[in-house]
């Protein structure tokens, strides 16, 4: 096993995907000064690799919730997605806080990399206004309205922005749930991590689950609050996914260690990409990130 090659090729992605989006806009992502620009370079006119879809392509529903200050995060991770999985078509939900104007350049933006994707702006509900938040920020209850601010749909896929889709989620829309609420990766075992959760929205409404879990979020202060409290109220409850769909890239190299061959094959080929923790690839350079999260023996 080649670890060098193996944690590189984890770290390219969201460069690779940056270049992307630095190529379809004349924004500059180093400069900080222009973080909140978007409006300008979103609307670049001479973006052409809009995609051929499929006939038949599969249409999938996903939702990303960002508040104004991850745009640029949420653009890039949504645009990941459409390029790497011509075959499908999406149906994105953003429960975010944009303005309108940012909300047109998004959509544009979109429109031009799919013409048959389609982007919906949801505004966060206030149902979590009570739920303590300790130092994390009212956003990551986001997510946990989609039962409520999705009446219409029955299962979604939700991703946080920090993360990189390598290939499409045609194999999400055949999940069987089963008795289960939710589907997604382990961090330990029977405790899933928040950042892809393919939730039965039905089930989670038909069982009156929705009012517990903002119950829960008002009594209980954790570490990982949203996270904890998706863990409580589907206990037992959530089908386990393969890591290729949340493989967080920052413990893939310890990971590696102790993989057996039958658990690199599957890893090889994520679909999907977690930047979690503290260390972002937008604040840095490709070699310094390397540096950072696979130390001195690592090369870029
Ligand atoms: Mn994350």
Known sequence: MKSNKF??????????????????????IRDRTKRNSFCSWATFPHFSETINHEPYAPHINVAFCFNQNLILQATTTILSLLHNSPACTYEIYCITDITSKQQQALQKTITLASSKSKIHFLKPNSDYADAKLGTWSDAIYWRCMLPALLPQIDQILYADVDTVFLSDLRDVNEIDFGDNLIAGCFDKPGYINSGFMVM????????????????????????YPDQDMINHICRGRILQLSRKYNLIVVAAYSMLKTMTIKQYN??????????????????????SFLHLIYGENTHA
């Open 200 to 223: 039965n929205l039905k089930q989670i409404r038909a069982e009156n689950k929705y009012p517990q879990m903002i119950d829960w979020a008002r009594n209980n202060l954790t570490k």
């Open 266 to 287: 599957e890893l090889k080929h994520p679909v999907m990409l977690h930047y979690a923790g503290k260390l972002k690839p937008w604040n840095y350079e490709i070699k």
């Open 7 to 28: 944690t590189e090729a984890l770290a390219r992605p969201y460069f690779r995907t940056k270049r992307m989006l630095l190529h379809l806009t004349d924004f500059l």
